[in-house]
């Protein structure tokens, strides 16, 4: 690759995967996979987010995997970014808890209660 | 941008409430009508559980919660608190008691005061995917110091920033990449033709107990560590970085196994990167978990392959290092720094955290408190910052009493400093040590003894055996403490400990057993009397030490209900039904299950 080439893949890929704003119309589940999310079962809740937003159908979902979030007290963690509902992050997700962010907080926009844990932090590189 | 503020209305589908639907629908009408609602976002929250109150409306951050709002108090609380940011006192909750009850969202202040920068990705980005790492400004430093930047405008920017090193001492990161660089140049000027070879070493051995900041990283984040080694290798002219993790690490291997195979698949390492010519590979080499390893010297003698010992300094890695070549070995936290650095400047660094210790610090976060986790935070907040805002307190409601930092080679900060802002400076002057990152909150039931024994049984199973002072002042130092946690001490133990640790401290071989001593001399600091109270009055203060601890049970207190016979482990609780119940001293085991269950505070402890 040149730097050329690694430019315009930047600029690709931050149109791809950037923040999303209130704007768009994506779902987005992002779970906190690093060791202390794994052993808490993140990997069955991210298999149960895949099979509920099936059987709803929903289309404009994504459910993706990232490192810890620092929330170990709450494992597993999930944030959830959804047009018209702030971004939070939901913790202690067992499989329940999952089907109920996609029934409840994705089709009905409404927050799932006891177990919103926080915000997001800031973001370093935007702000 | 997100919302500045959210108005969360009570509305569950449950909700047999018609007016919560009704507030909800006219919040968001008005909130519109009076412009402001990409500032504020009106959203259902569930039900809150207060319903006899309701509808209730709670807006964030400043978490102001109404209730009994109707639809025509919409207008109010837009006008007055939305726009114009003053809470409306009539429908405000007062009745304080209620306010458990009200968690539907939970502020836990957990990121609000963190400031991530080594985390910036982590939580944000999937760690397998090198276009999501790219996406977010990754491979830019590169791409600008291979193209724009000569070496020394690299040291340059490092040293502008001020960053020191993040694995425990807190060296200058500058200094050290100077001093390989210098020696570089003058092989390649002395003897061209026989120059040694230049190694980057990232270490990520973390061995305190406790820590996980750098396993974080490396599952959270790896492309940053290789991004911030190939910079160095750039840099420093060598054609070849090792990235030493412990075994017990897999998942992070896994992760880093794969960004190198992306980044070469990419020409992003490898053969001349982003064809500018410059070659760099960067190997995982295991360790086998051994404290020690995570010592420079002894670390590169492990990638070697020979046994983790340490070598005398000087010379230093940086000088005569890996295969006898310059080297420069820097902690995980330190290599994430590094590509911030080089894309928005060290001055803009410089700015964050204190004058000495610029940037932040990940922290483990662990212990009696609330919120545990990882947390990265600019230097100089306080301690009471981390623990109550970010930590959310003691656990239990218990009395703070100290917090351990820097592990087994740290010590004990306590309520008195609460306030002192932390950075590499103070927390040395203080008598503990930034060290790694561990951070242990320990609450009244905690025996500052007991901690510290554990600390150097720690340290001397782990200690090489190389160097008398460490080997047999380690073993001593800890027989001591066994000693007092058992009430077989006396006083002149305190200044056999105070001696010994002088003289490890002094005389031993590498960090390990120069700082072993540490959670030794700053207990006795800050905690003489709990030591004297062992000793003297043979009584644990915290009720830890089971040694000196005893359950006995009140006559005039016990009800005979049998409740906390049934749950001893070991049978020992004797009476029967209705009658006084009474302890066989010689079986108990001291687990203080007794205590626990007693709901007539009849079992007491001395
Ligand atoms: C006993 C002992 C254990 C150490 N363990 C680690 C470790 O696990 N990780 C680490 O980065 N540094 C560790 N260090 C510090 C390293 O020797 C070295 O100072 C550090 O890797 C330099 O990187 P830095 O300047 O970026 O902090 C340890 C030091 C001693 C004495
Ligand atoms: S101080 Fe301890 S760990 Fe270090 S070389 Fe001596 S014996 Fe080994
Ligand atoms: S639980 Fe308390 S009251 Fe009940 S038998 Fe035991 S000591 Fe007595
Ligand atoms: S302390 Fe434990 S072992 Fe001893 S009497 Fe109480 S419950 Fe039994």
Redesign the interface.
């Known amino acids: 690759m040149t730097v050329s080439e690694l430019r315009d893949l930047r600029e690709r890929k931050e149109k791809e995967h950037g923040r999303q704003g209130p704007g768009t119309s994506q779902v987005q589940i992002i779970i906190g996979m690093g060791t202390s999310g794994i052993a808490a079962g993140a990997k069955e809740v991210m298999k149960t987010f895949s099979e509920v937003l099936e059987e709803h159908e929903v289309q404009n979902a994504q459910v993706r995997k990232t490192g810890s979030l620092g929330l170990d007290h709450a494992e597993p963690t999930v944030e959830v970014a959804a047009p018209g509902m702030p971004r939070v992050i939901y913790g202690q997700v067992d499989e329940e808890v999952a089907r109920q962010i996609v029934e409840r907080h994705i089709l009905e926009g409404e927050l799932v209660d006891k177990h919103v844990y926080d915000r997001p932090a800031p973001d370093a590189l935007t702000e | ?3 500045r503020s ?1 108005c ?1 209305v009570c ?3 449950k909700c047999k409430n018609e007016a919560s639907r009704e507030v909800y629908k006219e919040l968001r009408h008005v909130a519109e009508a009076r412009g402001v609602d ?1 500032e504020v ?1 009106v ?7 207060l319903c006899r109150s309701g509808p209730i409306v709670k807006l ?2 400043d978490e102001t919660l109404y209730v009994g709002v109707q639809p025509d108090d919409a207008q109010q609380l837009v006008d007055d608190h939305i726009a114009g940011g003053k809470p409306v006192e009539r429908l405000m909750l007062r009745d304080e008691d209620c306010m458990p009850h009200l ?10 005061k ?4 080594v ?10 995917s090198i ?2 790492y ?7 430093a590169l ?1 600008k110091v ?2 724009e930047m000569s070496a020394d405008d690299v040291i340059g920017e490092l040293k502008a920033s001020g960053l020191r090193g993040r694995g425990g001492a807190g060296f200058p990161a500058h200094l050290k990449w100077n001093f390989t660089l210098q020696e570089v140049r003058r092989q390649a000027r002395e003897n061209p033709d026989s120059m040694s070879e230049v190694s980057i070493v990232c270490n990520g051995d973390e061995g305190d107990p406790g820590a ?1 900041m750098d ?3 490396l ?3 790896p492309h940053s560590v290789i991004e911030a080694m190939a910079i160095a290798g750039y840099t420093m002219r060598a054609r070849r970085g090792y990235i030493y993790v412990r075994a017990e ?1 897999p ?2 291997i896994a992760r880093l196994e794969h960004a190198i195979a992306q980044a070469h698949e ?3 390492l490898g053969r001349n990167i ?3 010519g410059f070659d760099f590979e960067v190997e995982i080499r295991l360790g086998a978990g051994a404290f020690v390893c995570g010592e420079e010297t002894a670390l590169l003698a492990s990638i070697q392959g020979e046994r983790g010992t340490p070598w005398p300094r000087p010379p230093y890695p940086a000088v005569v290092g890996l295969w006898d070549g310059p080297t420069v070995i820097n902690n995980v936290e330190t290599w994430a720094n590094v590509p ?1 650095i080089m894309l928005r400047g060290g001055e803009w660094f410089s700015r964050i955290g204190t004058e000495s210790s610029s940037g932040t610090k990940v922290f483990a976060l ?1 212990g009696k408190v ?6 990265e935070v600019p230097m100089g907040i306080t301690l009471r910052e981390i623990v109550y805002d970010i930590g959310g307190g003691v656990r239990d409601g218990k009395e703070f009493k100290a917090v351990q930092t820097g592990g087994p080679s740290g010590g004990v900060l306590t309520a008195e400093h609460l306030d002192t802002p932390i950075d590499f400076d103070s927390l040395s002057a203080l008598g503990s040590m930034m060290g790694s990152g561990g951070m242990i909150v320990m609450d009244e039931d905690d025996c500052m003894v007991d901690v510290t024994r554990f600390y150097l049984e720690f340290s001397v199973d782990e200690s090489c055996g190389k160097c008398a002072p460490c080997r047999i002042g380690g073993q001593k130092l800890h027989s001591i403490l066994s000693r007092i946690t058992e009430g077989r001490a006396h006083d002149q133990d305190l200044e056999n400990l105070d001696a010994i640790g002088n003289a490890m401290q002094h005389a031993s071989l590498c960090g390990l057993g120069q700082t072993a001593p540490n959670p030794v001399i700053s207990t006795l600091q800050s905690f003489r009397d709990e030591y004297e109270a062992h000793i003297r009055d043979r009584r644990c203060p915290a009720r830890h030490c089971k040694a000196l601890v005893r359950y006995e049970i009140d006559p005039e207190a016990c009800i005979g209900c049998t409740v906390c016979a049934r749950k001893c482990p070991v049978n020992c609780i004797h009476g029967e039904r209705k009658a006084v119940h009474w302890i066989d001293q010689e079986e108990c085991i001291k687990c203080g299950e007794c205590y626990a269950v007693c709901k007539f505070g009849a079992v007491r402890v001395s």
Not at chain 2, 43 to 49: E, N, T
Not at chain 2, 119 to 128: A, F, H, K, Q, V
Not at chain 2, 134 to 140: D, E, L, N, P, T
């Open positions: 941008m997100g919302y959210y969360l509305s569950g589908d990409r976002q959203v259902r929250a569930g039900c809150f559980g964030l951050p968690e539907t969202v939970r502020q836990t202040g957990f990121y609000q963190q400031v991530r920068l985390l910036r990705n982590c939580g944000l980005i999937d760690p397998d276009d999501e790219i996406a977010r400004q990754g491979y830019a791409e291979l193209t996980y396993r974080s990283v599952e959270g984040d690490y998942l992070a990419y020409g992003l982003l064809e500018t911030l662990t609330n919120n545990t986790g990882l947390v």
